[in-house]
């Protein structure tokens, strides 16, 4: 066996353990925004339900889910639109989702493609589509949002059945 195989093959078995996660706590551009702790949404062994909202881990914002289709979520694209609200739960109007990243935290890969993230129909609302879930199991949907110089990410974790 080769040196190379042996270390591709070392890179998937650590990613199999979630230990190919290097970055997850970072913001696209390299900003810290958390501690890699579980997503702070539903419990995967519960119903998925709208209304759900996911806390960042700074603190600062927080999304809620308002529709999604369809719902449950299920394998591959999922559309949704979600409402983003201060940390007392008020519509953060002037505050921008800039990223969404689907993310299995199980297999440390992501949903393959970005989703895309338009403004809403209401002030602090947005249209996120083509959320790619595409295996069974328990995925974070992660959503980074800036206000100014204060930025946060909340992650709403997701279960999937195969």
């Known amino acids: 066996m080769t040196p190379r195989i042996v270390l591709v093959g070392l890179a998937v078995a650590?990613?199999?353990f979630g230990c190919?996660?290097?970055?997850?706590?970072q913001a696209p551009g390299g900003g810290d925004l958390g501690d890699g702790s579980a997503g702070s949404g539903p419990d995967p062994s519960t119903d998925f339900s709208l209304g759900v909202t996911g806390m960042g881990d700074r603190g600062?914002?927080?999304?809620?889910?308002?529709?999604?289709?369809?719902?449950?979520?299920?394998?591959y694209e999922n559309d949704w639109?979600?409402?983003?609200?201060?940390?007392?739960?008020?519509?953060?109007e002037s505050?921008?989702?800039?990223f969404v990243e689907p993310f299995m935290p199980t297999h440390g890969h992501d949903g393959t493609f970005?989703?895309?993230?338009?403004?809403?129909?209401?002030?602090?609302?947005?249209?996120?589509?083509?959320?790619?879930?595409?295996m069974g199991g328990t995925w974070e949907v992660r959503f980074?949002?800036?206000?100014?110089?204060?930025?946060?990410?909340?992650?709403?974790?997701?279960?999937?059945?195969?």
Do not use: C, Y
Request: charged share 30%; hydrophobic share 40%; glycine share 8%.
């Open 81 to 92: 639109v979600v409402s983003v609200l201060d940390a007392e739960g008020e519509p953060a």
């Open 14 to 16: 650590l990613s199999a």
């Open 114 to 134: 970005e989703p895309t993230v338009t403004a809403g129909d209401e002030p602090g609302t947005f249209n996120v589509q083509r959320i790619n879930l595409w």
């Open 144 to 162: 980074f949002l800036k206000n100014g110089d204060v930025e946060d990410r909340v992650v709403i974790d997701v279960f999937i059945e195969d």
């Open 20 to 25: 190919g996660d290097e970055g997850a706590d």
């Open 95 to 98: 505050t921008e989702l800039f």
């Open 60 to 75: 600062e914002f927080q999304v809620r889910i308002d529709t999604a289709d369809p719902a449950p979520p299920r394998k």
